[in-house]
């Protein structure tokens, strides 16, 4: 008991002082995320010469272009709308929709993997790419998408097969303190701080929410269930808090990678938005129904550049069994403004009415 209670008052200690960045990162990986969701490679990425390289095939692939081998000449050919580029092994020089341009370092054959540079696929397709040296982190930032190819992509989902009902409380609590309190508060309080990353580098706020909102409410959660569990922890140092924030993280699929799925879109000349689809679990949480009302599947911010206004909404299970479409104010205030289907479609075309756009 005085040992728990020595571990609790550490935590504690711990949660004051604001120690909740973790790395995310193992020693020595690079992470590649396009539009904020991490892409795993069957072989990972590898620094050549000061370049990200990556699998060729998967780079296209999640980047939606078509993507053919010629074995013969060691050629790539990727093709993505009116767009194709050619890349060959160990030649410097590719063919972007006809024009050549000379790359730092060529593709490459390594362990019979074909690599090809992170930086040169994506901005070949039109993306943004930006690198991250302290977390050596590549963010791949794809042109902005129609509403009609937003409308396309499904909420991503989370396997809870082997939970045995603590994946469901951590899962709960952190998606309620995210959606309905840490997210609208940060935005509102920061808003100054933010309304230029929202509009002309949207990478680097999905990082501040990733890590800065998203990161934080986690490890309150983790925290608080290390303090309640009847499982001991023993902490000595503050890398053994990272080691068990991160165990605990990656044992329940509590990233923010796996959570939710982001898009981005300008709705006007003066008005953006940026549309976080949550993970549908919502009928894989194991408490009871009236716990998981507010759980929303879609949020979206939005900014009106004019106004210097940013606006929170979120679509929420009612107690009806309907989905509310509902918006958190600067003072915190709850507001519902209807009832809609359950679909991405319903909630953006709704959001883009109370907008105002």
Not at 47 to 59: A, G, Y
Not at 154 to 170: A, R, Y
Not at 189 to 201: I, Y
Request: contains cysteine; charged residues 25%.
């Amino acid at each position: 008991m005085k040992c728990k209670r020595v571990v609790s008052l550490f935590l504690t200690l711990i949660m004051v002082i604001g120690m909740f960045s973790i790395p995310v990162n193992a020693e020595g990986e690079i992470k590649v995320l396009l539009d904020g969701q991490k892409l795993d490679f069957d072989v990972p990425p590898q620094l050549i010469d000061n370049r990200t390289m990556v699998p060729m095939r998967k780079i296209f692939e999640a980047m939606e272009a078509n993507v053919d081998w010629n074995g013969d000449t060691q050629t790539v050919t990727a093709t993505k709308d009116d767009i194709t580029v050619i890349m060959q092994i160990d030649n410097t020089v590719i063919t972007v929709k006809g024009e050549n341009i000379t790359l730092d370092v060529p593709p490459q054959l390594v362990d019979s993997r074909t690599l090809v540079p992170a930086r040169a696929v994506a901005e070949s397709l039109n993306a943004k790419v930006d690198w991250d040296g302290t977390t050596s982190t590549v963010y791949i930032t794809s042109p902005n998408k129609s509403l009609e190819e937003i409308y396309k992509y499904p909420n991503p989902t989370i396997d809870f097969s082997n939970d045995d009902g603590t994946m469901s409380k951590l899962h709960l609590e952190l998606r309620m303190l995210f959606e309905q309190t840490d997210f609208p508060e940060n935005l509102f309080v920061n808003s100054e701080l933010l309304k230029d990353a929202f509009v002309n580098d949207p990478e680097s706020f999905l990082t501040y929410v990733d890590n800065e909102i998203w990161g934080k409410s986690m490890n309150t959660v983790i925290i608080r269930y290390m303090t309640e569990s009847d499982e001991e922890f023993i902490i000595k140092s503050e890398e053994d808090i990272y080691k068990y924030l991160k165990d605990i993280s990656d044992k329940y699929s509590l990233h923010a990678y796996q959570s939710y799925e982001v898009d981005t879109a300008k709705l006007s000349d003066d008005k953006y938005m940026i549309l976080f689809s949550m993970a549908d679990i919502y009928n894989c949480l194991k408490v009871p129904e009236l716990d998981k009302l507010l759980l929303s599947n879609y949020i979206a911010v939005v900014y009106d550049a004019k106004n210097e206004k940013f606006s929170y909404y979120v679509l929420e299970k009612s107690l009806d069994g309907y989905y509310a479409i509902c918006s958190i104010n600067e003072n915190m205030e709850h507001i519902t403004h209807g009832f809609i289907d359950n679909n991405k479609r319903a909630f953006v075309e709704n959001v883009l009415l109370i907008s105002g756009k």
